[in-house]
């Protein structure tokens, strides 16, 4: 499968100093321009986490719909969206509307997601996880149901007299091909195996919630085996795709070296709890975009997945953005095997 890249932002805005991306509007309104801008370099997809409760992105279907109909190749999703907040049947209506409307490029990626700012966030959202602090099996229970309902099964009773056919109804519109294009955000081999037992691409980011004591990129490597090893053995027809993400900052001038040249020990694995877990994050990758491009070939998890994600700091704006990931595309991406769409002239 060919090697992927796409950017991945958080949608962060705030009225700081130094930030270009001050308030809701901007950061919707410069992800849009920076999907745009992406396309235009021949990058392969604009991804974005959700978040609720803080100055992040959220309501993810009007942003990917907006960028759906500005683009018309680049492939559009999330990393990830939180299913304990989620309404499965409304979602299912949402992003196959979405997908339609681009042409079958949604990439959604979903997960129970990572520790949120409220406290049982998603029962304010009226969802009620009862004995379940975390709400993991709330998060499955709906994503079972929103993976039901982008399916076509009848979900809803028809009403008497008003169906003509009786039985049960389906949720509309469906989107072709759109089940085949679900990710799962998962933490651990664990759920690796899981995600691969039911059928979902696998997408992992830049933490693990565990640590075996080995480099976090050989760790995801081995979470990359497992799912493949699953995947093989639960008979799946098609093929699976797994993503990674990577923090990569190539320093080329003044600015970057202003924004980024001082390293405070990003270059190395950290070790930490999160969400009463122990935990493994992985490195930042700064300096040098020959230097980055060299280390970055020997990152196992890079190579074995086929799309690599890189998050921006999207609060420096569409313009600066938009020369990071042309410098990573230009001098990067090339040394892990990937190769520039070809960019339509329109």
Excluded at 32 to 60: K, P, S, T, W, Y
Excluded at 210 to 236: C, H, K, M, N
Excluded at 326 to 343: E, L, N, S, Y
């Amino acid at each position: 499968m060919k090697k992927k890249i796409g950017f991945l932002s958080f949608g962060h805005w705030q009225a700081a100093p130094g930030s270009q991306t001050r308030t809701a509007q901007d950061s919707l309104l410069q992800a849009i321009d920076l999907a745009v801008a992406a396309e235009e370099i021949g990058i392969d997809g604009a991804f974005f986490r959700v978040h609720h409760f803080a100055r992040q992105a959220a309501a993810q279907f009007p942003l990917l719909s907006a960028i759906a109909a500005r683009t018309k190749r680049i492939e559009f999703g999330t990393a990830v969206v939180d299913m304990r907040y989620e309404n499965p049947l409304y979602m299912a209506e949402e992003a196959a509307a979405t997908d339609l409307i681009g042409n079958g490029r949604l990439q959604l990626g979903i997960s129970r997601g990572s520790p949120e700012p409220a406290e049982r966030g998603w029962e304010a959202f009226g969802y009620d996880s009862g004995d379940d602090l975390t709400g993991a099996e709330l998060a499955r229970v709906h994503t079972e149901m929103f993976r039901l309902a982008i399916r076509g099964a009848g979900v809803a009773k028809a009403a008497t007299g008003r169906s003509g056919t009786g039985g049960r109804l389906a949720i509309q519109p469906q989107s072709p091909g759109l089940p085949e294009r679900i990710w799962w955000g998962a933490a651990t081999r664990k759920t690796a195996k899981w995600t691969a037992e039911q059928g979902m691409n696998l997408m992992s980011s830049t933490l693990l919630l565990e640590d075996t004591g080995v480099p976090f990129s050989e760790l995801q490597a081995e979470q990359i085996r497992v799912y493949r090893e699953a995947w093989a053995a639960a008979g799946w027809k098609h093929e699976p795709r797994v993503s990674v993400s990577r923090s990569v900052l190539p320093i080329t001038d003044d600015r970057d070296r202003a924004y980024f040249g001082a390293r405070d020990g990003s270059d190395q694995d950290q070790v930490g709890y999160l969400d009463n877990s122990l935990a493994r994050f992985g490195k930042s990758y700064v300096g040098e975009p020959d230097v980055i491009a060299a280390e970055l070939a020997k990152d196992q998890a890079v190579l074995d997945a086929d799309t690599l994600l890189l998050t921006v700091p999207n609060q420096l704006g569409v313009e600066y953005n938009a020369k990071l990931l042309r410098t990573i595309a230009d001098h990067i991406a090339p040394a892990i095997g990937w190769k520039r769409t070809a960019v339509e002239l329109v």
